[in-house]
């Protein structure tokens, strides 16, 4: 590298209008979709949207229960914000931490028969809230290119090399 390219300045690739159209787009409807189910679930159920999605995970899992790492990978946050929510969790009765047997410093956090009842109660409201909210406005197509969207979006944050910096990483 010369030292003239070295301090040559870095040209930004800004949006293009219709690119700035559509990611403001997404960033106003990824905002109201959390805050409109937040709202639900606070109001149905006293808990925010990402403890119900931690719920699910451990209602979905074998024995109704995931190692901690497991958890926070499924549910793409830091282990710092999963000990915190499970913490809040375990408060309420709806979740149990277990220490891992063949890993000491290991945990599994394990749904409760209060939080599988929780869940029951609570799933038929979040369920109609989303249907409401994304799944009644879009047609089959638009569901099925959303979906296919958001996959790939998704598997390109999500590198698989090691040292990648991911939220359950951290």
């Known amino acids: 590298m010369t030292t003239a390219s070295a301090s040559a300045p870095v040209q930004s690739r800004w ?3 219709d690119e700035q159209r559509v990611w ?3 960033l ?8 409109h189910l937040d709202r ?5 159920a006293g808990m925010p949207h990402i403890y119900y999605g931690l719920l699910v995970g451990l209602a ?3 024995g109704r229960r995931l190692r901690m790492t497991e958890l926070a990978m499924n549910a793409k946050i ?3 914000r999963l000990s915190h929510a499970v913490a809040r969790l375990e408060k309420n009765g709806w979740v149990r931490r277990e220490d ?17 009842e929780v869940l029951r109660r609570t799933a038929p409201g979040h369920v109609a809230a989303v ?3 994304l799944f009644e406005r879009l047609s089959p197509e638009q569901q099925q290119a959303l979906g296919e969207i958001m996959q790939i979006v998704a598997e390109g944050l999500q590198p698989n090399e090691a040292g990648a910096d991911l939220p359950w990483l951290r």
């Open 15 to 17: 949006l293009t209008d």
């Open 24 to 26: 403001r787009a997404y």
């Open 28 to 35: 106003n409807a990824t905002t109201l979709l959390e805050d």
């Open 40 to 44: 639900q679930l606070q109001r149905d």
């Open 60 to 62: 979905e899992a074998p």
């Open 78 to 80: 830091t282990r710092s």
């Open 100 to 116: 891992c047997p063949s890993d000491k410093r290991g945990q599994f956090a394990v749904l409760t028969d209060q939080g599988a």
């Open 131 to 133: 249907r409401q909210a």
